[in-house]
């Protein structure tokens, strides 16, 4: 298990450090098949600006995370749309609407990884894997499965939780958001 998780650890460096050398230094990913969202000087600026991501981009405000995206360090979020907080109903309010929130900062640590990963670059490990499936660790101790089929990638809580890659990624700074369809932890 150390061993296997070495090897995702490396993997992971791996794509950052291939998708750093493969980005323009302007954050653009001019050169993939998905069109990524104009470059803002931070991520959770870029967020504010996208239809569709408000409430990820409320809860970096809100939980002090944004001022990670300020600092050179590159991160990929994988981000819930709003759709995804409304379908969860009166958990999800709560959680974004708590006067104390350490709970909404775990979530989004839960779907924070280090290194700026394209979803180009996540699905070519995925296909270079031996089993069809990359593990990722994230921010938040936790490890995010990545898998694909028909085309779509789709990734996997450890609580059983899924979401599909959907739409254009959004960059800003040195990270990049990945909407996904839904959120990744039981509420």
């Known amino acids: 298990m150390r061993k296997e998780r070495l090897v995702i650890g490396l993997l992971a460096c791996c794509l950052a450090a291939c998708s750093a050398q493969d980005s323009p230094p302007d954050g653009s990913d001019k050169g993939s098949t998905t069109t990524a969202a104009t470059t803002i000087e931070t991520l959770p600026q870029a967020l504010d600006n996208t239809a569709g991501l408000q409430t990820v981009a ?77 593990e990722i660790p994230t921010l938040g101790g936790g490890t995010l499965t990545f898998t694909a089929a028909g085309g779509t990638v789709s990734v996997a809580a ?30």
């Open 58 to 134: 409320e809860a970096l405000k809100e939980t002090g995370i944004e001022g990670v995206f300020r600092e050179k360090a590159a991160y990929t979020l994988i981000a819930p749309e709003d759709d995804a907080f409304a379908r969860l109903g009166d958990p999800a309010k709560a959680l974004t609407e708590a006067d104390d929130h350490a709970a909404l900062a775990a979530l989004i640590k839960d779907h924070m990884l280090t290194g700026y990963m394209t979803p180009q670059d996540i699905a070519a490990a995925i296909k270079a894997s031996k089993d069809g499936k990359v």
């Open 158 to 187: 450890e609580d059983g939780t899924q979401a599909s890659f959907d739409g254009n990624p959004v960059t800003g700074g040195s990270s990049i958001a990945i909407p996904v369809t839904g959120v990744l932890k039981k509420l």
